[in-house]
């Protein structure tokens, strides 16, 4: 059964800074890989997404590495802002039959950027 | 294009009673799924529809189904509601094909007394 897990589970760091935040997953057989941002009672807004051959994604300020055969993802967040203050998830979707379709979420690293 | 949509926004239940939550795809997705999600934890997988049929599911109750329709839209259903089914239910819908890229609605939250 795969699991998914987030360390630290709370961060908190000075603007300007740069975010490191991980994810662990246990079964390397993955589709792929999705990196989430969520606020406060909201939706979850899609930051990268990283299929299983690839080894890293980026989008402007936000870098996402993906190392199936040790089971982990580190999203990177350059030179942070107070808006990047959110609670952030990783997913991962399996490919065995009986997890087809089973999307497995992280339970997050809430993170605070301090002015 | 069009995101992912989900109504009610907030819902109030007595244990018992059953509810009826609505999700409308993002154009041009033919896949569905719907997530639970309790305060503080991450989402919990429910199941998945594409082309309106059941294809994944979690380790959800029989209590809780769902439709995908011929547009793509989707309904959850829960049945005999406790309180422990109080929680965020996300929709989430992306193409089956392809990179499989999942785009989220705002979500409903459900509270159950």
């Known amino acids: 059964k795969q699991e998914v897990t987030q360390i630290p589970a709370a961060l908190s760091v000075p603007e300007g800074e740069n975010l490191v935040l991980n994810c662990s997953f246990t079964?390397?057989?993955?589709?792929?890989l999705q990196w989430f941002r969520q606020d406060p009672g909201k939706g979850l807004t899609s930051l990268l997404l990283?299929?299983?051959?690839?080894r890293e994604q980026t989008s402007g300020r936000l870098n996402a590495s993906l190392d199936k055969s040790s089971g982990r993802s580190t999203l990177y967040i350059a030179a942070s802002q107070p808006g990047d203050s959110a609670t952030y998830l990783c997913?991962?979707?399996?490919?065995?039959?009986?997890?087809?379709?089973?999307?497995?979420f992280g339970a997050g690293t809430q993170v605070v950027v301090t002015p | 294009e069009t995101g992912v949509t989900q109504s009610p926004t907030h819902l109030i239940k007595t244990r018992g009673q059953q509810v009826t939550l609505r999700c409308s795809s993002q154009?041009?997705?033919?896949?569905v799924s719907w997530y639970q999600q309790a305060l503080g934890q991450g989402p919990q997988f429910i199941f998945q529809?594409?082309?309106?049929?059941?294809?994944g599911r979690g380790n959800f109750p029989p209590r809780f189904s769902g439709l995908q329709f011929p547009n793509y839209s989707s309904e959850l259903n829960v049945n005999a509601l406790e309180l422990d089914d109080s929680a965020l239910y996300l929709c989430?819908?992306?193409?089956?094909?392809?990179?499989?890229?999942?785009?989220f609605g705002p979500g409903t939250r459900l509270t159950v007394t």
């Open positions: 079964d390397s057989a993955i589709y792929n």
């Open positions: 529809y594409y082309r309106e049929e059941e294809n």
């Open positions: 154009s041009g997705h033919n896949t």
């Open positions: 990283i299929q299983s051959s690839q």
């Open positions: 989430a819908s992306s193409f089956m094909t392809g990179g499989y890229e999942q785009y």
């Open positions: 997913a991962v979707r399996g490919i065995a039959t009986d997890s087809w379709g089973k999307f497995q």
